[in-house]
Structures are given as structure tokens and as C-alpha cells.
């Protein structure tokens, strides 16, 4: 047997259990005492050599040592994905650029198996954390996409629980999601990556709980519509009435997904006085932000539904109101499979729904917001602070 494939083969089964998706449902089945996050063997390996003080930035060996230099930096936040968290410790392994869990005298003896690409960040008072290392190479002769492994301990949960991240542009990650799904465990698990000079940077902002099997959440009353901040805004093909793309089935996130954009969801209940000052509201923010915003109107009121009735009405209001930059957008229907519509999950029911997204995940979103001075102020500070640092950067050209 080739001697890399032999490593490559003992560091697999020792380091990755409790970290694919197979192995994470088998682990929930079988253990008999339930812990936060289903289990994950491996991960209590964050407390070997763990330093006594630990900062809210870590530079690895891969930093200095590896072929391509990346950034990992972010936020974490609670479960409401606003509000910045504390005290939280995040432990993180990756493999080198043979893509091997590669050690050296320096790593501890029990923790071999994570290599020496493994680092500690404990987030600052903002909840602000940032990891310089390597991306990490994908295993060899093996179809397992390029990935950093993440253990989350927070103060208040007795065990740790793990979080893998994949990078959008390897061409193995689809074949990889197909197969075994996607989790978004603590958040999306997708790195997208921008360019500064020859450095990659992934903004990953992390939402503790999200998506963590028997997280303890306390009981709320809020009324639910749309998916959760930290999710990935997903693609769906509404017909376009108004607007740039007009008469096409253009998927907003797909084509304009780089920067801001804004969705507009309304529903059975439309207030069309209330809903034309908010087209004229959005319409102003995307011509003031040109191209670093996308808003888009979706109106899916099931109710005496007629695409051609539909795409009249909208065009009527997009020329009467003057709109420049906004798409006015339908679907049949917000359950409707066809169009994908259903993915947002809307409920339908509810005056409004805004869900604001950056580099295609959700950063903020509002149910039932009133078109007043205040709230079109919160809009603009929203997009605002959700820029990060890394805005204006360049993504890699990819498929």
C-alpha cells in the first residue's frame, strides 16, 4: 500500500468520526444519554493543550507553512442571530496541503490526530473571532470536499458540539451536499471565499444553537415566517413583473447574490398603501447603494390567483410609483413547489416578511414591520453594520 494512502487512511477513521453526516445520525442513535449537539467524538480533543489565556485572534502554522494563506473571521451570536454572544471558546483542525492531519513535535501526543493545524479562539466582548491559517486540502483519493472542523463550547452547555465548514467554489462540495444533505450546524456551512491580493478571507458569522440537536431554547411567542438568520438565503425563480429582469424567471440570490440584497415577502394580506411606501422606500436604498444593493418585492397571495391579473397589477404599480431599481416579483404562492417558493417558508399570513442576506446568507430579518421613518432608518443602519470588513473585495471567479 502507498505509504501517503496509508496515513491518510489511519488519520481518517481516527480524526473525521462524529463529523460526516452519517456518522453524526449514527452517534444521536446510539448514545444513550443525549448531549447537545448529538455528540462528537473527536471534539473533546479541544482541551488537550489548550492554553490558560486564549485571544480572540489565532494564527496556525498553515499561516506561515502553507501554500494559500486564509482568513477565517466572523461574529457569534445567540440563537436569535443578533445579539453577540460571550465567553464563548471556539477550537478548530484542519488538514495541511497534502491534505493529511500532519503533526509535528510540538503537537501533544494525544491530539495526533487532529495534526498541528488546530488552533483556539476565545470570541471578544463583540463576539468578533479570527483565525489565520491555510485552507486546507481536500483528502487524498478521496471524494470528501475541502473542510475546517469547528468544536463551539459555551460557557453554559456542559459538553461541546461541532460545526464543519466547506468552501463553495471546491468542486467536490455539490457532488458532497447531494449526498449527505446540508446541516448548517451553528450556521450556514458554506465559506465564501474574497480576494485580497493573494490572500483568501471567509466571513463566517456563527449562530450558537441553530440547527444543534436538543439545544435547550426557551419557549417563544414570536410569529414565525421565513428561514433563520445564518441560513443561506435559497434560490427560487419568481416571475418578474417590474424591474431590470422583467418577463424572465430570473432567481434573485443567484444572479445578484454578491452583496446586499433585500427580499420583500407579502402575502393573503396585502396593505397596498403601506406596501407602496415601503416599494418607494427600497427603491430609493438601492439607487443611493447602486450596486452593492438588490431589493426585491415577492408577492404571493394565493388568494384568486391569475398570473396574467398578477403581472398586470404589478407592472401598473412599478410605472406608477416610478421604480428604478427594485424587481416587482410573484409566485402562485408561497408553498409553491414549482417556483421554489416554498423554500423561504413565508407565512403567508403575516403582513410582511423582510429578510436581508449578504453573500447569499441571511444576515437580519423582520416580520410585520410598519413603513415609518423609524423603521426605514433601521433598514439602512441594518445594511449598514452587516457589511463587515471585507465588503468591497473581490470573489474568485468559479463555476
Same mark, same amino acid.
Given at each position: 500500500?502507498?505509504? &501517503? ?15 460526516? /453526516?452519517?456518522?453524526? *445520525?449514527?452517534?444521536?442513535?446510539? @448514545? ?15 482541551? *488537550?493543550?489548550?492554553?490558560?489565556? !486564549?485571544?480572540?485572534?489565532? !494564527?496556525?502554522?498553515?499561516? @506561515? ?56 479562539? /476565545? ?6 473571532? @479570527? ?56 450556521? %450556514?456551512?458554506?465559506?465564501? !471565499? ?11 458569522? !456563527? ?18 415566517? #421565513?428561514? /433563520? ?27 445578484? #447574490? ?8 407579502? #402575502? ?62 410573484? *409566485?402562485?404562492?408561497?408553498?409553491? %413547489?414549482?417556483?421554489?417558493?416554498? &423554500? ?18 441571511? *444576515? ?23 457589511? #463587515? ?11
Amino acid at each position: 500500500m502507498n505509504f &501517503l494512502l496509508f496515513i491518510f487512511l489511519l488519520q481518517f477513521l481516527t480524526s473525521c468520526n462524529g463529523q460526516t /453526516k452519517s456518522n453524526a *445520525v449514527t452517534q444521536q442513535n446510539t @448514545t444513550t444519554q443525549k448531549s447537545v449537539g448529538g455528540g462528537c467524538e473527536g471534539c473533546e480533543l479541544m482541551y *488537550v493543550g489548550m492554553p490558560k489565556q !486564549i485571544l480572540s485572534e489565532h !494564527i496556525s502554522l498553515g499561516w @506561515t507553512e502553507g501554500k494559500q494563506k486564509l482568513i477565517l473571521t466572523g461574529k457569534v451570536f445567540q440563537l436569535d442571530g443578533k445579539t453577540p454572544a460571550s465567553d464563548v471558546i471556539i477550537y478548530y483542525w484542519h488538514t495541511d496541503d497534502n491534505g493529511l492531519y500532519s503533526s509535528n513535535a510540538e503537537t501533544p501526543k494525544q491530539a495526533m490526530e487532529h495534526g498541528k493545524l488546530r488552533g483556539w479562539v /476565545k470570541i471578544d466582548k463583540s463576539g468578533n473571532y @479570527t483565525i489565520k491559517t491555510s485552507r486546507p486540502t481536500a483528502y487524498p483519493n478521496d471524494n470528501i470536499p475541502q473542510h475546517i472542523h469547528l468544536s463551539v463550547k459555551e460557557p453554559d452547555i456542559s459538553n461541546e458540539y461541532y460545526a464543519d465548514l466547506y468552501f463553495d467554489d471546491d468542486p467536490l462540495y455539490l457532488n458532497h451536499k447531494k449526498k449527505y444533505g446540508k446541516l448548517d450546524r451553528a450556521g %450556514t456551512e458554506i465559506l465564501r !471565499i474574497v480576494l485580497d491580493s493573494n490572500i483568501q478571507i471567509a466571513e463566517h458569522n !456563527i449562530v450558537l444553537g441553530l440547527n444543534i440537536p436538543d439545544y435547550p431554547t426557551k419557549n417563544k411567542a414570536d410569529i414565525q415566517s #421565513g428561514l /433563520k438568520i445564518g441560513e443561506d438565503q435559497p434560490s427560487f425563480m419568481p416571475f418578474h413583473a417590474f424591474g431590470p429582469d422583467k418577463g424572465t424567471r430570473t432567481c434573485p440570490v443567484c444572479k445578484y #447574490g454578491r452583496y446586499h440584497g433585500i427580499v420583500y415577502f407579502v #402575502g393573503d394580506n396585502p396593505n397596498w398603501d403601506e406596501i407602496k411606501k415601503w416599494l418607494r422606500q427600497l427603491d430609493n436604498e438601492s439607487v443611493i447603494r447602486e450596486k452593492y444593493l438588490k431589493a426585491y418585492f415577492v408577492y404571493g397571495n394565493s388568494k384568486n390567483y391569475n398570473k396574467q391579473t398578477r403581472q398586470t397589477e404589478l407592472e401598473k404599480i412599478g410605472k406608477e410609483l416610478r421604480l428604478q431599481k427594485i424587481a416587482l416579483t410573484f *409566485v402562485p404562492s408561497f408553498a409553491d %413547489t414549482e417556483s421554489e417558493a416554498n &423554500l423561504n417558508k413565508v407565512n403567508a399570513s403575516v403582513e410582511n416578511t423582510f429578510i436581508i442576506y449578504r453573500h447569499r446568507t441571511i *444576515v437580519d430579518k423582520y416580520v410585520n414591520l410598519k413603513p415609518t421613518e423609524q423603521n426605514f432608518k433601521l433598514i439602512a443602519e441594518t445594511l449598514d453594520k452587516t457589511k #463587515g470588513n471585507y465588503f468591497d473585495l473581490n470573489e474568485p471567479k468559479h463555476e
